[in-house]
């Protein structure tokens, strides 16, 4: 499983851990992804994700799922939560 937010798109980047003498070895950042189940009101289900904390903080922001997934960019979405997206949009009309 990629650690990728199915929100955002965070992915891990790289670095260096840097010591006390300035010596430089790679390492990762690595996105803090938390597995959570979020509700649509407008399709009355749950539905499983694995997203990032800030992103989950968004969501609250926002009101909810519904609310995220309409203010949301496509390009930056899963393919599942794209299908979401479009589900939602079809039972909000």
Do not use: W, Y
Not at 41 to 66: M, P, Q, W, Y
């Amino acid at each position: 499983m990629a650690r990728v937010c199915e929100f955002t798109g965070k992915r891990p980047i790289t670095g260096n851990n840097v010591s006390h003498a300035k010596n430089r070895t790679k390492r990762r950042f690595l996105p803090n992804l938390c597995n959570v189940s979020l509700e649509s009101e407008a399709l009355k289900r749950t539905f499983k994700f694995r997203i990032s904390a800030n992103a989950l903080r968004t969501v609250d922001h926002r009101g909810g799922l519904d609310g995220f997934m309409s203010k949301a960019k496509d390009s930056e979405l899963s393919p599942a939560a794209l299908k979401v997206k479009k589900d939602i949009q079809k039972a909000s009309v």
